[in-house]
């Protein structure tokens, strides 16, 4: 999927997201609303294709987050792994899990992962990785939380406002001019 | 800190538009519609405009002016915005934070320059260009104001670029696509705080002038021009 059809489809949620949070709310105030929109709780489920096991692969298999989010040091943007990727493992069964079997028969036939974004920023919003990975010598969980650490992948997640971005930037004396972030 | 400005010499401009194109191109501007033209809605970031020229010049006629917005370091849009939506940031960028933009349209009344325009619909691409969009603009919804940027995107990648190889920005890292597109080198982009740079040469020629200077708006778009014409505009 192309950059735009991805971003598109992501502003979708949060417009579906924003609907729902309008249906439960009733008749709350805007205020409420307005945090509906991205308080975590009212967030759309993302369901991916395969259940990944984050804490498997880092933690049990000493797999570097580098080796599936091939440019999360390089560029801006850290990318999710293809199947190609998985299948230099799984093309046969490494486990007993019906997970991985489910994988196996994918990759078999040749059927695409397309795994559905869970931290996305919107397009106004110019984010980092290299600069926040390598410059300012970030660790992921920082930001992303716990991730490295779960079993499966989450549910909802708990997205990056501008204030965690501000305040951080604050802290460390970064810019905060709109025109660092905003495009 | 850099202080952005762009030269753009009319002796030099041909007026083929290579730059208006670019500037389309670059910051996902929609084409018009038939509709939208007729009722002067059309939005160009970039426009040549039509002056004319003193009657006593060496060539009388029509001049085509190349009308980015200005950047003014003492801009009358920021002033008028209810929302901060517009603000001038540390490097002179006159910024239109989308989201936060309300539509009131202050800021296209006060811009003496008319380099605002309101999106009074959505855009729409025919089909194959919907697909070539460039992802680093966002494509404004309807209802915000937006206008030219410098391509403050490119200024994001440069310096994304230059902290990822540990050295600090150089002169021709950040350029906005017009002026790396204009094929009779009429434009010219750098900071006007550096006594070095070409831009700060360039605006130190008898020939440099800027836009209704008189109103106090202070442009850091300066134009160059020989003779009368120059100062009349």
Same mark, same amino acid.
């Given at each position: 999927?192309?950059?735009?059809?991805?971003?598109?489809?992501?502003?979708?949620?949060?417009?579906?997201?924003?609907?729902?949070?309008?249906?439960?709310?009733?008749?709350?105030?805007?205020?409420?609303?307005? %945090?509906?929109?991205?308080?975590?709780?009212?967030?759309?489920?993302?369901?991916?294709?395969?259940?990944?096991?984050?804490?498997?692969?880092?933690?049990?298999?000493?797999?570097?987050?580098?080796?599936?989010?091939?440019?999360?040091?390089?560029?801006?943007?850290?990318? %999710?792994? !293809?199947?190609?990727? $998985?299948?230099?493992?799984?093309?046969?069964?490494?486990?007993?899990?019906?997970?991985?079997?489910?994988?196996?028969?994918?990759?078999?036939?040749?059927?695409?992962?397309?795994?559905?974004?869970?931290?996305?920023?919107?397009?106004?919003?110019?984010?980092?990785?290299?600069?926040?990975?390598?410059?300012?010598?970030?660790?992921?969980?920082?930001?992303?939380?716990?991730?490295?650490?779960?079993?499966?992948?989450?549910?909802?997640?708990?997205?990056?406002?501008?204030?965690? $971005?501000?305040? $951080?930037?604050?802290?460390?004396?970064?810019?905060? !001019? $709109?025109?660092?972030?905003?495009? | 800190?850099? &202080?952005?400005?762009?030269?753009?010499?009319?002796?030099?401009?041909?007026?083929?538009?290579?730059?208006?194109?670019?500037?389309?191109?670059?910051?996902?501007?929609?084409?018009?519609?038939?509709?939208?033209?007729?009722?002067?809605?059309?939005?160009?970031?970039?426009?040549?405009?039509?002056?004319?020229?003193?009657?006593?010049?060496? &060539?009388?006629?029509?001049?085509?002016?190349?009308?980015?917005?200005?950047?003014?370091?003492?801009?009358?849009?920021?002033?008028?915005?209810?929302?901060?939506?517009?603000?001038?940031?540390?490097?002179?960028?006159?910024?239109?934070?989308?989201?936060?933009?309300?539509?009131?349209?202050?800021?296209?009344?006060?811009?003496?320059?008319?380099?605002?325009?309101?999106?009074?619909?959505?855009?729409?691409?025919?089909?194959?260009?919907?697909?070539?969009?460039?992802?680093?603009?966002?494509?404004?919804?309807?209802?915000?104001?937006?206008?030219?940027?410098?391509?403050?995107?490119?200024?994001?990648?440069?310096?994304?670029?230059?902290?990822?190889?540990? &050295?600090?920005?150089?002169?021709?890292?950040?350029?906005?696509?017009?002026?790396?597109?204009?094929?009779?080198?009429?434009?010219?982009?750098?900071?006007?705080?550096?006594?070095?740079?070409?831009?700060?040469?360039?605006?130190?020629?008898?020939?440099?002038?800027?836009?209704?200077?008189?109103?106090?708006?202070?442009?850091?778009?300066?134009?160059?021009?020989?003779?009368?014409?120059?100062?009349?505009?």
């Amino acid at each position: 999927m192309g950059i735009q059809a991805s971003l598109r489809r992501e502003h979708r949620l949060a417009v579906a997201g924003f609907a729902t949070a309008f249906v439960l709310a009733g008749g709350a105030t805007t205020a409420a609303l307005t %945090l509906g929109g991205r308080n975590a709780f009212f967030r759309p489920a993302v369901h991916q294709p395969i259940s990944f096991n984050h804490r498997k692969h880092v933690t049990e298999l000493d797999i570097g987050c580098t080796t599936c989010h091939l440019t999360v040091e390089t560029e801006a943007f850290s990318g %999710l792994p !293809d199947a190609d990727l $998985c299948a230099g493992c799984h093309l046969e069964p490494q486990g007993k899990s019906e997970e991985e079997k489910k994988l196996v028969e994918m990759l078999k036939k040749g059927t695409a992962l397309a795994w559905k974004p869970l931290f996305r920023q919107p397009a106004h919003v110019f984010y980092s990785h290299r600069r926040h990975v390598i410059a300012a010598k970030l660790q992921c969980r920082v930001c992303h939380g716990a991730i490295a650490d779960t079993i499966a992948p989450p549910v909802r997640v708990r997205r990056l406002v501008m204030d965690d $971005c501000v305040s $951080c930037h604050r802290r460390e004396r970064v810019s905060t !001019d $709109c025109t660092v972030c905003h495009r | 800190m850099a &202080r952005w400005g762009m030269v753009i010499d009319l002796d030099r401009c041909t007026a083929c538009q290579a730059c208006v194109v670019a500037c389309q191109v670059e910051n996902n501007v929609a084409p018009p519609s038939a509709e939208q033209a007729t009722r002067g809605r059309a939005i160009s970031w970039l426009r040549l405009v039509p002056f004319k020229e003193s009657e006593h010049g060496t &060539r009388p006629g029509l001049r085509l002016v190349p009308l980015p917005c200005m950047q003014c370091d003492r801009p009358p849009c920021t002033k008028v915005c209810p929302v901060q939506a517009t603000q001038i940031d540390k490097e002179g960028l006159v910024a239109q934070v989308y989201p936060r933009c309300i539509g009131c349209r202050y800021c296209t009344t006060a811009c003496p320059y008319t380099v605002r325009h309101f999106n009074w619909e959505r855009p729409e691409w025919p089909e194959p260009m919907a697909e070539g969009l460039n992802p680093d603009v966002s494509v404004r919804p309807r209802g915000v104001v937006e206008k030219c940027t410098f391509c403050h995107h490119r200024l994001q990648r440069a310096k994304d670029k230059a902290a990822a190889e540990s &050295r600090p920005l150089r002169e021709g890292d950040y350029v906005p696509a017009c002026v790396e597109t204009c094929p009779a080198g009429a434009m010219v982009f750098g900071d006007l705080d550096d006594p070095r740079s070409a831009v700060v040469r360039l605006s130190e020629s008898p020939r440099a002038f800027r836009l209704l200077e008189e109103l106090g708006t202070r442009p850091k778009v300066i134009y160059l021009s020989k003779g009368e014409w120059g100062g009349t505009v």
